[in-house]
């Protein structure tokens, strides 16, 4: 059997195109773009590059970025005080805080103080707390992603084994619950785990987000299972040259290629398709903000059927 590479850039530029086209409709309505402000504390050179590349993904659909970099000296309260001005502005409909944040900073005062129905992330307690009890929130756009490949290739998920591997607030709780939502059979493991390599074996979808670069091997994996590797990883590649740096992901790419129906690469997997969810819940948000009555033509179709109910529906 030859293993399907499932291509988060395709899928994402398709989404992106869809998103595109409710941008436009969206100013037809409201005279004005949809805005996302990313602010980003400090100058580390990989957020810098994710926080490049979504306000440019952002201007590519057609909305408005704003875009606030600090100094890595940034005080909370001066953070804080940022925040509140995003929070009043009419032009603004997402806020996203890139994380981390610097050791001065209390990353969970921050997330609480952003607007829940700017949180586009969804990473504010009052969203996690309605996705966990079945209400309209805004989620989290890795987990949302993961969801739209794993569906690409799976469809309707109902009775199938999902094993998360990692239960972080960002991604793994969260990607358990859609997963249970969408009626899969959920395990959540983690470095508590007795028997990590027999439970992982046991998922016909198997998601990895740790951050250990390459720990789940080929033998970790049932045979035919679907493999959505969040994990991103830079090491150090002196074959490719002095200094050089490749990406890898959570999972053996080269061994599990040899055992599954479908996998995700890194890079070019769920990283595009987190900026997308990302733009989506800003469409998201612009709608719920405008109070117009009129949702978007709502590009997570894939996700959000065969679910059984409320958390997928549509906003009415
Ligand atoms: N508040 C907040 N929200 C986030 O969503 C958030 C964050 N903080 N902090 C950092 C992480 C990381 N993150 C990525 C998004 C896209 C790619 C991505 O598109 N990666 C490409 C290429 C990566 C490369 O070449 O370096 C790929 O996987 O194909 C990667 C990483 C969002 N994050
Ligand atoms: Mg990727």
Redesign the pocket.
């Known amino acids: 059997m030859t293993a399907q590479m499932i291509d988060?850039?395709k899928i994402s530029t398709g989404l992106l195109g869809d998103i595109a086209r409710d941008v436009d409709a969206f100013i037809a309505l409201f005279g004005r773009p949809p805005g996302l402000a990313v602010v980003l504390v400090g100058d580390d050179p990989?957020?810098s590059?994710?926080v490049r590349?979504?306000a440019q993904k952002t201007l590519d659909v057609g909305m408005r970025s704003f875009e606030h970099r600090l100094p890595a000296t940034t005080s909370e309260s001066a953070l804080l005080s940022l925040i509140s001005e995003l929070n009043r502005m009419e032009e603004v409909d997402g806020i996203?805080?890139?994380?981390?944040l610097p050791a001065q900073i209390d990353e969970r005062r921050v997330l609480m103080a952003i607007d829940p129905e700017k949180d586009v992330?969804g990473?504010h307690p009052m969203n996690a707390g309605l996705l966990a009890t079945g209400g309209e929130a805004l989620m989290p756009?890795?987990p949302l992603g993961c969801m739209i490949l794993a569906r690409s290739v799976l469809g309707d998920l109902t009775g199938l084994e999902a094993v998360v591997v990692g239960r972080s607030n960002?991604v793994g709780k969260p990607m358990a619950q859609l997963l249970s939502m969408a009626n899969a059979t959920v395990t959540i493991a983690h470095s508590g785990t007795q028997n990590i390599a027999g439970t992982c074996r046991r998922a016909d979808l198997l998601i990895v987000a740790v951050g250990h670069p390459e720990m789940v091997r080929g033998n970790w994996i049932k045979p035919g299972a679907v493999v959505i590797d969040v994990g991103?990883n830079?090491l150090a590649a002196p074959e490719l040259g002095p200094g050089k740096t490749r990406?890898v992901g959570d999972v053996t790419f080269q061994e599990a290629i040899k055992v599954v129906r479908a996998i995700t690469p890194?890079?070019?997997?769920?990283?595009?398709m987190?900026?997308t969810c990302?733009l989506q819940n800003t469409m998201l948000a612009a709608h719920r903000r405008s109070a117009s009555g009129k949702q978007p033509e709502i590009c997570f179709r894939q996700t959000l059927s065969h679910s059984h109910d409320a958390p997928f529906s549509l906003p009415s």
């Not at 996203?96 to 981390?100: D, E, H, N, S, T």
């Open positions: 988060g850039v990989a957020s590059v994710y590349s979504k996203l805080v890139q994380l981390p992330d990473f756009c890795t960002i991103i830079r990406l890194v890079p070019g997997g769920v990283g595009p987190t900026i990302l």
